[in-house]
């Protein structure tokens, strides 16, 4: 059996936490789809399209390894792709809560799907896009926890205020 794995999150941008994230899931199944969801709530400083770019450009050297967008349900997607796990990232145990509650529910409206959860390296555990976001527009190095594109992308976007 083809075992495919769907990576979701905003990835609004991704960061190096995610990078290690997908490049774990990499080694354990056939195929990763990086899933970036369109989420439109959570007011994204990057749209569907440039977060999806900036995705493809980072695991641009992973095989195995593909990029999509999507909105609506994720196990909606899941179904759609005919994948049956879906990998989340924990950094902290203040991710857990969410992390569980989504799952579960997840579970409830697909039992078929499961959800697995993989550590970053703890050096990337404290990085979110949110701070990196925050870092960046007050003018902050954070060459260490993105790619270059990524970098340049926040530069630019900072300047077009
Ligand atoms: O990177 P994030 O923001 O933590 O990712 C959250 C994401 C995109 C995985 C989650 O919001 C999601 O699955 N959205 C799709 C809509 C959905 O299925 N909602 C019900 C979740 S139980």
Redesign the pocket.
């Known amino acids: 059996m083809q075992k495919l794995a769907i990576y979701?999150?905003?990835f609004d941008p991704i960061t190096n936490g995610h990078l290690d994230v997908i490049s774990r899931a990499a080694g354990m199944f056939d195929h990763v789809v990086v899933a970036v969801?369109h989420?439109v709530e959570?007011m994204p400083l990057f749209t569907t399209k440039q977060r999806v770019a900036l995705v493809e450009s980072a695991v641009k050297g992973i095989r195995n390894v593909s990029v999509d967008g999507f909105s609506g349900?994720?196990?909606e997607y899941a179904r759609q792709k005919k994948a049956r796990v879906i990998v989340r990232g924990l950094r902290a145990v203040s991710d857990f809560e969410f992390e569980f509650q989504?799952a579960l529910?997840?579970r409830r409206l697909e039992p078929r799907v499961e959800t697995i959860f993989l550590m970053p390296k703890d050096e990337y555990t404290f990085i979110s896009s949110r701070l990196v976001k925050e870092i960046a527009w007050l003018g902050g190095d954070v060459s260490n926890f993105v790619t270059a594109d990524v970098q340049r992308a926040l530069k630019e976007k900072i300047a077009a205020g």
Request: proline fraction near 8%; avoid cysteine.
């Open positions: 979701p999150g905003s969801a989420n959570k349900l994720l196990v989504m529910m997840n």
